[in-house]
């Protein structure tokens, strides 16, 4: 409890996941790229710095969350970023969904430096990040996972060290490719009822309790049905997931028909100027198939 803990990253995810920490009494430094999307935490006494710099330089462990790869890049590697003040002893946590590559050239720059670092991207979205019932899927050093664990524990109900640097990244990219084809499912399953005139929340009811039963039918299924699509997840950040996994499947040559489909359609919804949207807006590309 006496190591002061820094967080960069406040978006739909890391804002709750940070307030979860404070509200379990820890000292919390934060950094976000716009200050007032941190004031919610600035106001329950989180400490705003200026720089990734600054929060290394005023952290022992250092948790960061951010939006695509090339912000992972910056707040690591940048000339403001946590290895420019980074000491030995310290632990870097990232979060984020980003490149395994791009987890591994962190684990090795950390190692020179004496500092230690995992990768432990998440699953949940933000009714997890709120209620500390996220999965965390760890790559790294056994003995560091360890010693994290008591955060784990804060942000997560699963917490399981996956391998080497890198493998947490890996295990989020299987992660998204399994949301991608039970997305697709869950929207197609929803418009085959329909037109079918069958009650769509008792549809719900009966089949989630069966062999298709999931988290996408339990959570997003029921908000497809108000036309709430609110991001829990934005499409903008679910292409850039789909495209790190295709980029790892071209270095494999490996080839996954039903990710390319899910992603050329979310990739519809974005040049539609509906990347803002939830992931859950899937929906409404296969809707405009069925109309034109």
């Known amino acids: 409890m006496n190591k002061k803990i820094g967080w960069i990253g406040t978006g739909v ?4 996941m940070c307030d979860r920490l404070i509200n379990q009494g820890y000292s919390v430094n934060i950094y976000n790229r ?3 999307k941190a004031q919610n935490l600035i106001d329950k006494g989180a400490t705003f710095l200026n720089s990734p710099a600054e929060i290394a330089k005023n952290s022992d462990i250092v948790f960061t969350i951010v939006g695509f790869v090339n912000d992972v890049e910056e707040v690591y590697f940048g000339e403001n970023g946590l290895f420019s003040e980074g000491r030995k002893g310290q632990i870097f946590c990232d979060m984020t969904t980003t490149s395994p590559t791009l987890s591994k050239k962190i684990f090795e720059k950390g190692k020179t430096l004496g500092i230690s670092t995992l990768d432990a991207p998440v699953s949940g979205g933000d009714i997890g990040a709120k209620n500390g019932t996220l999965s965390i899927m760890v790559g790294g050093e056994k003995n560091t996972f360890d010693s994290m664990i008591e955060y784990f524990k804060i942000l997560g109900k699963s917490y399981i060290l996956e391998g080497p640097a890198g493998s947490g990244s890996h295990t989020k990219m299987a992660n998204q490719i399994t949301i991608a084809g039970t997305m697709g499912g869950v ?3 929803l418009l085959y009822s329909q037109k079918n005139g069958l009650d769509l929340n008792l549809l719900i009811d009966t089949i989630k309790s069966g062999a298709a039963g999931c988290w996408t039918l339990d959570n997003l299924a029921p908000r497809i049905i108000k036309n709430n699509y609110a991001p ?4 903008d950040h679910f292409v850039k997931d789909m495209k790190i996994a295709l980029q790892e499947c071209k270095n494999l040559n490996l ?3 039903t990710l390319e489909l899910i992603e050329k359609l979310y990739e519809k919804l974005q040049a539609n100027g509906k990347g803002n949207l939830g992931t859950q807006a899937l929906i409404l590309a296969l809707n405009e198939i069925n109309n034109s």
Do not use: D
């Open 13 to 16: 995810m890391g804002l709750s």
């Open 34 to 36: 716009t200050k007032s």
């Open 187 to 189: 929207c197609e399953a």
């Open 232 to 235: 829990g997840f934005y499409i």
């Open 255 to 257: 080839h996954l028909p």
